[in-house]
């Protein structure tokens, strides 16, 4: 029980951490963490049972070989009259020292280890405070109405000299649909992090609904959030515990309806209702797991919605279905796609063009094409 517990305890704790970025982006940690606290209480108790049954037949032999001892004395001393006290006093004494002595390399070794690991732990928890977040609980609660603005925002990696972002500016309509596209290290999903709140500005500002990001309750606006990533976020637990992450305030229509809406009711009918989905989603196809991920957002009607290379590893096919799921969204709430495949981005409302972590061209996607520039060599390359 103990075994089995601490395995799956610490399987489900390397999930988490796989997928920090999506549950500190979305603001879904609180609610995921509550089955690690579980599990970690019912593995507490297994291991005090252990605890208790390894020092009782530890401990409890020691008192039971003292009274042998003191018998075989007795009998040797009282009854038969030999005069052997010394001696087996003698011995009970070296055996006892023995015993230490052979115990104390292996009680060394255990505290040097200890103390390596003390010490990789205080440097990690001293990492930790000091990049702790700042309580924004008594903050303002963000309004979406009015979309997001980014004025002149830099953004620099520590330890780079340069900055991947340089100087942007641009805005964000209220329920518009908004991508990002350009070369790979061009400062698009930096940018994308940022605006999720992810990554605070080295300069700059970056406002939603009019208040910048520094005067907004932070917890309140990344539950708003939702990311979808070429990663499928999967954890191995049933189905409808991936959508609603272990919430309790769930509504068993609304998750029929994104169920059917994604395509995922053959999956709910192919496996039980209580049945794992495997480490990471192994028991599901890459487009099943990607459909998964969008429907979780559907179903907790996040107001900015970042898709970032969401359809990148699946087939033309499939990623023509979850076009259509997302184009059904449009004008419900802010959608924001970073894509390297253009056709996804065709009916976006606005592209931003970057180029080396600045942004060079804007604008819808036929004017784009037309204009002559990056965006327009990017779609010569590519066939739709």
């Known amino acids: 029980q103990h075994t089995d517990g601490s395995n799956r305890q610490q399987s489900f704790r390397l999930e988490v951490l796989r997928n920090m970025k999506y549950l500190k982006a979305t ?125 002149d925002v830099t953004y620099t990696y520590p330890g780079q000299a340069a900055p991947s972002v340089s100087h942007v500016s641009f805005s964000v309509p209220a329920r518009s649909t908004v991508a990002f596209v350009g070369p790979s290290g061009s400062g698009k999903s930096t940018t994308a992090n940022m605006l999720a709140s992810l990554l605070i500005p080295s300069s700059g500002e970056i406002a939603v609904g009019g208040r910048p990001y520094s005067e907004i309750n932070i917890a309140q606006f990344r539950e708003k959030v939702g990311y979808v990533t070429q990663e499928s976020v999967v954890f191995n637990a049933p189905l409808t515990d991936n959508i609603l992450l272990w919430r309790d305030n769930t509504d068993p229509e609304r998750l029929a309806e994104v169920i059917a809406k994604t395509g995922l009711d053959a999956v709910q009918s192919a496996k039980s209702r209580d049945q794992n989905l495997g480490a990471d989603g192994t028991a599901l196809s890459g487009g099943e797991r990607q459909r998964l991920s969008i429907a979780r957002e559907l179903y907790w009607e996040s107001e900015l919605l970042i898709l970032d290379e969401a359809t990148s590893s699946v087939d033309s096919l499939l990623e023509k279905q979850i076009d259509e799921i997302i184009s059904g969204q449009r004008g419900t709430k802010t959608i924001v796609v970073i894509a390297h495949r253009l056709s996804t981005v065709r009916n976006a ?13 804007s604008g819808s996607f036929d004017d784009l094409v037309n204009a002559g520039g990056l965006f327009s060599k990017m779609a010569k390359l590519q066939s739709f």
């Open 27 to 151: 603001g879904r940690t609180k609610p995921v963490i509550a089955p690690v606290n579980k599990e970690v209480i019912r593995v507490g108790e297994a291991y005090r049972k252990l605890t208790f049954l390894q020092g009782a037949t530890v401990f409890g032999l020691e008192p039971i070989v003292v009274l042998v001892l003191a018998v075989v004395i007795y009998f040797f001393t009282e009854i038969r009259g030999a005069n052997v006290l010394e001696i087996l006093f003698l011995l009970f004494v070296f055996r006892t020292a023995a015993i230490n002595l052979v115990a104390t390399q292996p009680a060394y070794r255990k505290f040097i280890s200890a103390t390596g690991s003390m010490k990789v732990y205080r440097e990690l928890r001293s990492n930790i405070d000091a990049h702790r977040e700042p309580d924004t609980s008594t903050k303002q609660t963000p309004e979406f109405d009015d979309g997001f603005e980014m004025k």
């Open 349 to 361: 409302d606005i592209i931003y063009v970057f180029d080396e972590g600045r942004i060079v061209e």
